[in-house]
């Protein structure tokens, strides 16, 4: 009986080390700071350096998983909410409101209108048929304008700079 409960013991003993040395395996290698540890359902393992990683996309998702402060190139759809003073292409400045709920309001002739966030850029279509844009190019944002009829992909009429007053809800 004692040489059961010893080959019993043994075994378990045997068992626990096979776990510990699978979990110490499994641990993230030393000196990973500043890395990131995938971890794949088939349980192997693969680490980046962050300084590799411009920026997490995840698949099926209309933006990247991310904000301005995070990734310079793509804006999130939050950073267009606010009043944009833009250029009308003679000279002159006015007025875009982006709302979150997707309401839109121009200040050249008190157009209403709705807005959508598509590929990274603020798209407004108006009432009267118009048109605009603003897109982030580098670390400046400009608005393209488009006449009655034109699409997003077509020439645009005019370009002209574009800043947000207010960096918020309006």
Known sequence: MKSFFRLTRFAALLCLTGWL???????????TSGAIVIVFKDGHRQTISLTDIDRVEFAGGSSPASDDTFNSRVPSRGRY????????????????????????????GDVRGHWEYVDGEARATWDDGRQDAIRKFGSQYFKFAYGEGKSFTDEPDNVTRAHNTTAGPV
């Open 21 to 31: 040395g699978q979990a110490a395996a499994h641990a993230a290698p030393k000196g």
């Open 81 to 108: 909410v606010g009043k944009w003073e833009c250029g009308d292409g003679q000279g002159n400045n006015f007025y875009i409101t982006l709302n979150d709920d997707g309401t839109a309001f121009r200040s050249i």
